[in-house]
């Protein structure tokens, strides 16, 4: 497993974001893993940084202590505060980019790992709907 590559990594994002800029991925990138990193703890936290570049996977690993679990939705409204201009809409939109690069670049039994920590529902954020 060796972790994307920096360019891939946010040619990905640009993309799925839809984004004029990589600046603009790597901003997305950068609030999104650093929300996501402190929702999660152990094992798997460190497995899913061990997929990203070394910056974002630094991000993941180092995050901003989160006082309370977030749902999904709250997730987003976290996200649209943290980014300059965007509305919950946007952050939706940023949150499924990079949370869907993440989940591809991971393999699936981490990513149900992963998702078992996470409140119910944020499958649909990385695109990846659970199976019943």
């Known amino acids: 497993m060796a972790p994307l590559r920096w360019e891939a990594f946010l040619a990905q994002v640009q993309?799925?974001?839809e984004y004029g800029s990589p600046q603009e991925a790597e901003r997305a990138a950068r609030v999104v893993l650093a929300l996501l990193g402190a929702h999660l703890v152990g094992e798997e936290r460190a497995?899913?940084?061990?997929?990203?570049?070394e910056t974002f996977a630094l991000i993941l690993l180092n995050p901003l202590q989160a006082a309370e679990p977030l749902d999904p939705a709250r997730f987003v409204r976290a996200t649209a505060a943290w980014i300059e201009g965007a509305t919950e809409e946007t952050a939706k939109w940023d949150v499924g980019?990079?949370?869907?690069?993440v989940a591809d670049a991971a393999d699936e039994d981490l990513m149900q790992r992963v998702l078992l920590q996470l409140p119910p529902d944020f499958d649909l954020l990385f695109g990846h709907p659970r199976l019943v």
């Open 97 to 101: 980019a990079v949370l869907s690069v």
């Open 47 to 53: 497995e899913l940084a061990a997929y990203l570049p």
């Open 15 to 17: 993309e799925r974001g």
